[in-house]
């Protein structure tokens, strides 16, 4: 029942990062605009993918650390109930994350500062990394960028504790940093214009609604077993 219940989370994870474009506009968003405006015209698009796997490469690497040491926790003997535990945490963030973007509520915004020490250190990288005008500096720029302080990402990395293994915990960020993509990638592109988009509140409502609505969905599913 636990793998139905996982697939069902990566898709959970998947609609996430896609839903919480509306929050990535805003905290990415900058940097990805700042991204695309150095890069070359002819180029820019190509340059801006790469940055783009660079970003996925990290999130990814935090997943595959995080269920590493859920695989860890998985020798004690409560183990199984830890991870449902984490599990129904997961899904409780999700709910929680869902009213924030709908504006509901600010809660995120907190969690973001925890990363702020270790980004502090990694931004004056990332800067002497501008111009973006190679492949090499694109990944290596976008691998510094996933470590961007972000509620969104936090709150995905629950879901890779609750996936009890390494390589499902890497799935887990796997697919919500492919979630991410479509967003960002257009926000390289055309930044002014998706920020517009962004701005629109019933824009906001309806993503914090459909993934509110999911997680819901999904929680119920999981305690009626």
């Not at 029942?1 to 919480?20: D, I, N, P, Q, R």
């Not at 995080?66 to 449902?84: E, F, K, Y």
């Not at 005008?133 to 972000?150: E, N, R, V």
């Not at 479509?182 to 509140?201: E, I």
Request: glycine share 14%.
């Amino acid at each position: 029942m636990f793998e139905s219940t996982y697939l069902l989370g990566l898709a959970g994870w998947l609609l996430a990062g896609f839903l919480g474009g509306v929050h990535c506009l805003g905290m990415c968003g900058g940097l990805a605009a700042a991204l695309g405006l150095n890069l070359a015209q002819d180029r820019r698009f190509l340059l801006l993918l790469v940055a783009n796997l660079g970003r996925i490469s990290s999130y990814t690497l935090i997943g595959a650390l995080l269920g590493g040491v859920a695989a860890g926790l998985a020798l004690l003997p409560w183990a199984n109930l830890l991870q449902q535990l984490l599990y129904l945490l997961s899904l409780a963030l999700l709910i929680l994350l869902g009213c924030y973007l709908a504006g509901w509520l600010s809660w995120l915004t907190r969690l973001e500062r925890m990363g702020q020490p270790l980004w502090r250190r990694l931004q004056p990288r990332l800067a002497g990394l501008l111009p973006v005008d190679s492949l090499y500096k694109a990944y290596l720029a976008g691998a510094l960028w996933g470590w961007l302080p972000c509620g969104l990402v936090y709150t995905a990395a629950t879901g890779a504790l609750a996936s009890g293994s390494a390589w499902k915990g890497a799935a887990t960020l796997l697919a919500f940093g492919l979630g991410t993509l479509p967003n960002l990638l257009a926000m390289g592109v055309a930044a002014s214009q998706l920020n517009r988009v962004r701005q629109q509140p019933w824009l906001r409502r309806l993503a914090g609604g459909l993934l509110a609505g999911y997680a819901v969905f999904a929680l119920i599913r999981f305690l009626m077993g």
